[in-house]
């Protein structure tokens, strides 16, 4: 549903008009800003409260709030029979039965965020799915005013919303940008507030966010969302701050899944997620790198060359000790050529002064190769098979006029790296692209 659709939704139009309201038993523990406004003839806040009856007001009463900017607004107080009530429908999530379960959701919704102390109460229980019902029933009734506010962000008629400040310094102020925020506030509200709250806070917040994706997943069959994904890549933007694993773990899944694919073919949202994508990209852990590099390829998204930089600095870096003396060690080896096959899509001339150690490196990759039929020689392909190449279509070259038996160009990939490599020792036919190369460098 997209963001549109859902501001047509009956039922969110009716938790639209449903008021805060805090239990009288914790109100004197809310902040000073929350404080209940006395009505005439009560104590204020500052003298010593007089004894409380432990009596509710009737059934629908209203009392009198003061809201964070000081202005008064109406909220109705629970009765002794909505605790009951709301009791009740808290032990019915944890019913076996899916009706059960169902009506109890929606009986919790009807009474709207007057069930959210009650609901936090019961959310340390240990039954975890019992606890995930919770943290999204809290998570849909928080903050009455949310989706207004979400209709003025979108419009452009007001910037006020949590994490917004942090967002756009890192994807800009657009239609698009808005609209994949939103999608992330909807799901993740309390990461969204700790955004600009500095590095320590955002990733204990990411991790709270991944546990609740992964949870919905496994135990509510719940595939992830743009939201999901939007909210856990926007705190890949700090490199000031590492990625937990357990965040890329779940980055890593969402890449993967439905969710991302269909919003790339989006022409208006596509380019903004790109940038999201490129930030976790850039900062990918190296059991990750390959997978990253892929999927750049895959759904093209040039900010993975500087990933790809890195790894081919590292890599070069290394030496013989770490990558192996005559064929390149495996851990390396997948993560290096996807990189290679990056630059060699969107890299620029500056990359083939990066690529030249490579050019000169005659170990062995340890990928599978085309073998032409009418050969009995064994092919191979060396790194600076793979890195000549890369080099002459940088610079606008031609692979089979360079001299490659076999070369076989992809539209997407750039070209096969199995079809790059040389029969027998092949050092005579290795040296004709080497050749081609050295007189497209040398070119004014």
Same mark, same amino acid.
């Given at each position: 549903?997209?963001?549109?659709?859902?501001?047509?939704?009956?039922?969110?139009?009716?938790?639209?008009?449903?008021?805060?309201?805090?239990?009288?038993?914790?109100?004197?523990?809310?902040?000073?800003?929350?404080?209940?406004?006395?009505? /005439?003839?009560?104590? +204020?806040? +500052?003298?010593?409260?007089?004894?409380?009856?432990?009596?509710?007001? /009737?059934?629908?009463?209203?009392?009198?709030?003061?809201?964070?900017?000081?202005?008064?607004?109406?909220?109705?107080?629970?009765?002794?029979?909505?605790?009951?009530?709301?009791?009740?429908?808290?032990?019915?999530? +944890?019913?076996?039965?899916?009706?059960?379960?169902?009506?109890?959701?929606?009986?919790?919704?009807?009474?709207?965020?007057?069930?959210?102390?009650?609901?936090?109460?019961?959310?340390?229980?240990?039954?975890?799915?019992?606890?995930?019902?919770?943290?999204?029933?809290?998570?849909?009734? +928080?903050?009455? !005013?949310?989706?207004?506010?979400?209709?003025?962000?979108?419009?452009?008629?007001?910037?006020?919303?949590?994490?917004?400040?942090?967002?756009?310094?890192?994807?800009?102020?657009?239609?698009?940008?808005?609209?994949?925020?939103?999608?992330?506030?909807?799901?993740?509200?309390?990461?969204?507030?700790?955004?600009?709250?500095?590095?320590?806070?955002?990733?204990?917040?990411?991790?709270?966010?991944? !546990?609740?994706?992964?949870?919905?997943?496994?135990?509510?069959?719940?595939?992830?969302?743009?939201?999901?994904?939007?909210?856990?890549?926007?705190?890949?933007?700090?490199?000031?701050?590492?990625?937990?694993?357990?965040?890329?773990?779940?980055?890593?899944?969402?890449?993967?899944?439905?969710?991302?694919?269909?919003?790339?073919? !989006?022409?208006?949202?596509?380019?903004?997620?790109?940038?999201?994508?490129?930030?976790?990209?850039?900062?990918?852990?190296?059991?990750?790198?390959?997978?990253?590099?892929?999927?750049?390829?895959?759904?093209?998204?040039?900010?993975?060359?500087?990933?790809?930089?890195?790894?081919?600095?590292?890599?070069?870096?290394?030496?013989?000790?770490?990558?192996?003396?005559?064929?390149?060690?495996?851990?390396?080896?997948?993560?290096?050529?996807?990189?290679?096959?990056?630059?060699?899509?969107?890299? !620029?001339?500056?990359?083939?002064?990066?690529?030249?150690?490579?050019?000169?490196?005659?170990?062995?990759?340890?990928?599978?190769?085309?073998?032409?039929?009418?050969?009995?020689?064994?092919?191979?392909?060396?790194?600076?098979?793979?890195?000549?190449?890369?080099?002459?279509?940088?610079?606008?070259?031609?692979?089979?006029?360079?001299?490659?038996?076999?070369?076989?160009?992809?539209?997407?990939?750039?070209?096969?790296?199995?079809?790059?490599?040389?029969?027998?020792?092949?050092?005579?036919?290795?040296?004709?692209?080497?050749?081609?190369?050295?007189?497209?460098?040398?070119?004014?």
């Amino acid at each position: 549903m997209n963001t549109r659709e859902k501001f047509k939704s009956p039922t969110l139009h009716r938790l639209l008009v449903l008021l805060i309201c805090l239990p009288a038993g914790v109100a004197s523990a809310q902040p000073p800003e929350n404080e209940a406004v006395p009505a /005439a003839g009560q104590a +204020s806040p +500052s003298e010593p409260a007089a004894p409380v009856d432990d009596e509710q007001p /009737a059934a629908g009463s209203d009392t009198k709030a003061a809201d964070k900017k000081g202005a008064v607004k109406e909220v109705t107080v629970l009765t002794a029979a909505d605790r009951q009530r709301i009791d009740a429908l808290i032990a019915d999530l +944890s019913s076996s039965k899916f009706a059960i379960r169902e009506e109890a959701v929606a009986g919790l919704i009807e009474f709207g965020e007057r069930a959210i102390p009650m609901l936090a109460a019961a959310a340390d229980t240990p039954d975890p799915e019992v606890q995930l019902r919770i943290r999204i029933l809290m998570s849909r009734l +928080s903050n009455n !005013d949310f989706e207004s506010a979400v209709m003025a962000f979108l419009s452009g008629a007001s910037d006020e919303m949590e994490g917004w400040d942090y967002a756009r310094r890192l994807i800009g102020d657009s239609n698009a940008a808005r609209e994949l925020f939103v999608d992330a506030s909807r799901q993740h509200r309390e990461l969204m507030e700790e955004l600009d709250k500095g590095p320590g806070l955002r990733m204990v917040a990411a991790n709270k966010a991944a !546990d609740l994706v992964v949870r919905r997943m496994m135990l509510e069959f719940l595939p992830p969302e743009r939201g999901d994904a939007v909210a856990l890549l926007l705190t890949c933007g700090d490199r000031s701050a590492p990625i937990p694993p357990g965040v890329e773990r779940v980055i890593v899944r969402i890449m993967n899944s439905p969710v991302t694919s269909e919003t790339l073919k !989006d022409a208006m949202l596509a380019p903004v997620y790109q940038k999201l994508v490129g930030f976790w990209m850039r900062r990918a852990s190296v059991s990750y790198q390959p997978q990253a590099m892929y999927f750049a390829l895959q759904h093209r998204v040039p900010e993975s060359v500087e990933l790809a930089r890195d790894i081919v600095a590292e890599f070069v870096a290394a030496g013989e000790e770490l990558t192996g003396p005559e064929i390149i060690d495996p851990k390396y080896g997948e993560g290096l050529e996807q990189a290679l096959l990056v630059i060699a899509k969107y890299g !620029d001339p500056s990359d083939v002064a990066r690529l030249e150690p490579l050019r000169n490196d005659a170990r062995r990759m340890p990928i599978g190769t085309d073998q032409p039929g009418d050969t009995h020689d064994r092919i191979e392909i060396q790194v600076r098979d793979i890195a000549v190449a890369v080099s002459i279509k940088i610079l606008g070259g031609d692979l089979r006029e360079a001299g490659y038996l076999n070369p076989r160009e992809h539209a997407i990939v750039v070209f096969f790296t199995a079809s790059l490599g040389f029969p027998g020792g092949g050092d005579e036919l290795r040296s004709k692209p080497a050749k081609y190369l050295a007189d497209l460098i040398a070119k004014p």
